[in-house]
């Protein structure tokens, strides 16, 4: 009986973190996932900017509405290189942004070039929500009016 405790105390936090990480996978967004909610930003910013790019932050802040689902939200930058929309640096630099890589690489210099060449996809290193150690992260980027706009998926 006291080998049964000892190894049910052993094993029970590694099933544990094992079942949690299972839960995190299905809470991730996809490609798919991304590119709608982009194309879906886009339609808002072309009818409306202020409001689009306004609702994008109460979304992502209240981790709730269209353009906040599962991992996934919308982020824009301006035309001065400052974001226009994200949960936590609006008004900072999006263009100065680095990623989380050894050596760290100038990720926001390249949404730009991406939303200049007419959009694409940007890979990067970049924590989990609630993480600290760097995985690999891909922005599908796109050109609206003034704004690069982006949703980024962890694939």
Request: charged residues 20%; contains cysteine.
């Amino acid at each position: 009986m006291k080998i049964l405790k000892v190894t049910v105390a052993i094993a029970l936090p590694f099933m544990l973190m094992t079942v949690g990480s299972l839960v995190k996978a299905d809470e991730r967004g996809n490609a798919a996932e991304a590119k709608a909610m982009l194309e879906k930003a886009v339609a808002a910013v072309k009818a409306n900017p202020t409001a689009a790019l306004a609702e994008f932050v109460t979304d992502a802040k209240a981790k709730d509405g269209p353009y906040f689902e599962k991992d996934l939200y919308v982020f824009c930058g301006g035309p001065d290189g400052n974001f226009t929309a994200h949960p936590s640096l609006v008004g900072k630099s999006m263009k100065a942004l680095m990623d989380k890589a050894t050596p760290p690489k100038a990720v926001g210099e390249e949404f730009y070039k991406a939303a200049a060449a007419g959009g694409g996809e940007v890979s990067y290193s970049w924590p989990l929500p609630g993480g600290v150690e760097p995985q690999k992260k891909v922005s599908i980027v796109a050109p609206v009016g003034d704004q690069v706009c982006a949703v980024g998926y962890y694939p």
